[in-house]
């Protein structure tokens, strides 16, 4: 079965540092790629997606994500995060063609001042 | 537009209850899917539709019931209400990019639910 990887929980940072949040899946065909950002209490929000075409992507809010296939990975980064980027992220597989989603278990960021 | 709205915001049940939650959207969205969110797991899939009067099941299916009569309209229904119910529930419309065979999905609010 297909699986998503978030290996990073909790991750906190101070205000200014950068971030990387890891992401690997298990599904070896066409994938569609996303990243969500759900702030305290609110819904979903799409942060960036790939569907085919340059493996880096840019996002919302200085968000970027790099596809490496080799490697199953869809890596988050963003070079300088503030404080209200404090949410929980959450990266998500479709299969090629399909709309079905499979989230990984989320990671939880806070930045502190 | 006002995207995907879902009803109520928040819910108390008690075991044994039935109850519906509601979901529409305004986007004419052929595709929408429920989610449930739990502590540590992330969104897991419960059901999903890819047109009116079409639904299937997803990852964690039992206990729930869908149906599809509209576009607009997903309602979601728990039969007899557990305790291992209690989550929040997300629903999403998703449509395909012109020329993509790739999905974005959009999603609601979200349903809090608790069963005592």
């Known amino acids: 079965a297909q699986s998503v990887s978030q290996h990073n929980h909790h991750v906190i940072l101070s205000e200014a540092a950068s971030l990387e949040l890891g992401c690997n899946y298990s599904y070896g065909g066409t994938v569609n790629l996303f990243w969500y950002v759900q702030y305290p209490g609110q819904h979903l929000q799409l942060l960036l997606k790939y569907f085919s075409g340059d493996p880096l992507v840019k996002g919302i809010k200085g968000f970027e994500a790099e596809f490496i296939k080799s490697k199953f990975s869809f890596n988050l980064r963003k070079p300088s995060v503030q404080w209200s980027d404090t949410a929980e992220y959450f990266c998500?597989?479709?299969?090629?063609?399909?709309?079905?989603?499979?989230f990984g278990t989320g990671t939880q960021l806070k930045v502190e001042l | 537009n006002a995207g995907v709205t879902q009803t109520p915001k928040f819910q108390v049940l008690k075991t044994g209850q039935s109850m519906t939650l509601q979901c529409a959207q305004d986007?004419?969205?052929?595709?929408m899917s429920w989610y449930r969110q739990d502590p540590g797991m992330g969104l897991r899939l419960i059901h999903y539709?890819?047109?009116?009067?079409?639904?299937d099941q997803g990852e964690v299916p039992n206990g729930y019931n869908v149906s599809r009569s509209t576009t607009e309209d997903f309602p979601l229904r728990l039969l007899s209400a557990a305790p291992s119910q209690t989550s929040v529930y997300f629903c999403?419309?998703?449509?395909?990019?012109?020329?993509?065979?790739?999905?974005?999905?959009?999603f609601g609010p979200g349903t809090r639910l608790t069963v005592t």
């Open positions: 539709s890819v047109g009116a009067g079409i639904t």
């Open positions: 986007m004419n969205h052929e595709y």
């Open positions: 998500a597989v479709g299969k090629g063609g399909g709309n079905k989603l499979t």
């Open positions: 999403a419309s998703s449509y395909s990019p012109s020329g993509s065979r790739a999905y974005e999905q959009y």
